[in-house]
Nanobody, 127 residues
């Protein structure tokens, strides 16, 4: 069974940066598109960014474009999310997902679903 484990969250000030990591328990995940999502208390799940297996295609939510960068290192079974110029509204539980047989673009739609989710890492941005 595939496990996804996020790390790198924390408490930072507005304008600071954080880098999140998502490590997969199996190398087979490297053939999957992978993505980042976030959820704040009382709000729906929000798509953040996704990347295809070969890193040739990335997709971002409008709210993070130009500030966040998604990347992956398949040799390390790891996906990253570099978050710069953080804002208080970026505060949320960030979690990663893997999606066999789909595209990065497909992960951005509200109806996206998969069996492969991590448990999340908390990001809190103070003003």
């Amino acid at each position: 069974q595939v496990r996804l484990v996020e790390s790198g969250g924390g408490l930072v000030q507005a304008g600071d940066s954080l880098k999140l990591s998502c490590v997969a328990s199996t190398h087979t995940i490297t053939t999957n598109a992978m993505g980042w999502f976030r959820r704040s208390p009382g709000k729906e799940r929000q798509f953040v960014a996704a990347i295809n297996w070969s890193s040739t295609s990335t997709v971002y939510a409008d709210s993070v474009k130009g500030r966040f960068t998604v990347a992956r290192d398949n040799a390390k079974n790891t996906m990253y999310l570099q978050m710069n110029s953080l804002k208080p509204e970026d505060s949320a539980l960030y979690y990663c997902a893997a999606a066999p047989g789909t595209t990065a673009q497909a992960m951005s739609v509200p109806t996206f679903s998969t069996h492969y989710w991590g448990r999340g890492t908390q990001v809190t941005v103070s003003s």
